[in-house]
Structure formats: C-alpha cells, structure tokens
C-alpha cells in the first residue's frame, strides 16, 4: 500500500513539474505583433479618411495592443484625431504605422491614394444658373465669338439653345459663352446639361473660368478639368465637375466650337438644353 501511495505521490509531484515547465515556456514565448492596415486605399477628393479606422494590433494570442498604435506621415497632415488633411489634387499620402510597447515593435507602411476624377456629390448643394431655353429671353447675356473664318448662329428651337456653327479653321472660335458668374476660390461646380449634334463626330470644348476685362483674354482656372466632348446624335446628358482655384468675379461658360483636334472643318447644328450650375458644399 504505502509503494502504490509513494508511486501516486511521485507521479503526481512529476506531473505537477512538467505542468510547470509547459507554463514556463508559454510565459517566455515573446509576443509577435501584427498591424492590421490595409497597404493601399483609395479614396476620392472630399472623401474622408482617418488613419485608424478600422486598424488593430494584435499578436499571436490575439492580445489587443491598438491602443499603443502610431500614425506618421512626411508628407500629408494628420489632425489629433488621425483625419488626414486631404488635397484636392491628385496625390497620395504615404503612412507609417508604428506600434512600440514593453519592448516590443512593429511597423508597418501603408499608402492612400486620392485620385478620382471627381467628387461625391454632398447634401448641401446650390443651384446657381440654369437655363431651360423655351423662350428666346434665354439667349439674353450668351455671347458668340465667330473668329476669322468661322460662323455661328444662335436660336431657339423645340425648347433647346440651336446653334449653327461652321466650323472655320481656328481651333477657338467660333466659340460662345455666358459670363458674369462669381465662382468661389477652392469651390466646386457640378455643370449638367444635354447636348446633341447633326454630326456624330462633332466635338466640343466645354470648360469654366472667367475673362478678363483688362486684356480681353479668356482664363481658365479649373485644375485639369476642362473637358472636350465627342457629340452624339441623341440627347446625351453630361455631368461636368470643375474646381476653381481662385476667385473670380466674372467667370462663366464658354462652348469652343471650331476645329477642334480631331474635329478640324466639321460643320454641324448642335442642340443644348437644360443647363444647370451647382456649387458643391463640402
Ligand atoms: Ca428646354
């Protein structure tokens, strides 16, 4: 009796030691730590972003060290509460992700791309001239340009703005245009419209800024988002987007109809109706 009792004692005192060992060597396994951050994202201008949504630290037991998690950047603003300060223009923002606790490290690299070729349109929107064309007082304040060898007649037909152009050999004119609309410095405008041409191949120049009074000369000041258009024979409708980059007084819309790259000595009837400009608040 007292040998099985010393054998049970000595099992369980064996037992009891390699218990310990197996705790001995879980205790000494030095925690990995992984940061869960995506390497790229995308977002468009007038997006939002912040650096830690959605990103955790953690090691190979799935113990939480988030809360240790830093975010550097050398070449885009991250406010205290990681929003990242976004440009309007197309750029990217290269991050650093950096996590160091009880003498442990991790670091990680992650990059947003803000690229898009336009922005979400928000709530808050504001309709600032439209033109619906179903009486001739509508063509009051457009102005045309002929140019040197060009034409170009203007008038109301079926409820649309009808513009007989020949085309000429310049690549401005002829052009027409409607000024003296403020636009807001870093503002931007949503312009819609529908568009039709007798021509398949007619192409068009579409773009905003202002002229100016001194030199007569027309500035553009969106940030490459002047847009030349390939007409269609149906109704099509457009949604331009346009940031301008400083105030301007007088700016407005001009239509370049002439001999255009890729469009050079074609004559056409085209139709526009239905002309609205939105200043986007963001
Ligand atoms: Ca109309």
């Known amino acids: 009796m007292r040998k099985i009792l010393t ?4 099992s369980s005192i064996a037992l009891t030691l390699i218990s310990c060992k197996r705790d001995a060597v879980e205790e000494e396994e030095t925690p990995v730590l992984t940061i869960n951050v995506e390497s790229e994202t995308w977002i468009g201008t007038h997006e939002y972003f912040n650096v830690f ?15 240790y998690l830093t975010v550097t950047s050398e070449n885009c603003e991250i406010d205290e509460d990681g929003y990242v300060n976004i440009p309007s223009i197309l750029m990217e923002c290269f991050f650093v992700y950096e996590v160091l606790h009880d003498g442990l490290f991790a670091r990680q690299l992650s990059t947003l791309w803000i690229a898009s070729t336009h922005p979400y349109i928000p709530a808050d929107i504001q309709v600032i001239n439209e033109w619906n064309f179903d009486d001739e007082s509508e063509i009051e304040g457009w102005n045309t340009h002929t140019g040197s060898t060009g034409s170009i007649d203007v008038s109301i037909e079926e409820g649309s703005l009808k513009l007989v152009v020949t085309s000429g050999t310049d690549s401005i004119d ?6 003296g609309i403020p636009f807001e410095e870093d503002g931007w405008y949503l312009i819609t419209f529908t568009v039709k041409s007798s021509t398949e191949t007619k192409k068009i120049f579409f773009d905003i800024g202002e002229f ?11 940030r490459g988002y002047s847009h030349n258009l390939y007409l269609n024979e149906e109704m099509v409708t457009y949604n331009l987007f346009y940031f301008i980059q400083q105030d ?11 001999d255009l790259m890729n469009s050079v000595g074609i004559d056409a009837t085209i139709w526009i109706d239905s002309i609205v400009i939105t200043h986007l608040k963001y």
């Open 53 to 67: 949504e959605g990103v955790t630290v953690t090691d190979q037991s799935e113990i939480d060290y988030t809360e």
């Open 212 to 222: 100016d009074l001194d030199t007569g000369e027309y500035q553009t000041y969106d």
């Open 174 to 179: 002829p052009r027409i245009d409607y000024m």
């Open 7 to 10: 054998i049970l004692l000595l």
């Open 248 to 258: 301007c007084n007088n700016g407005g819309i001009i239509i370049e109809l002439g």
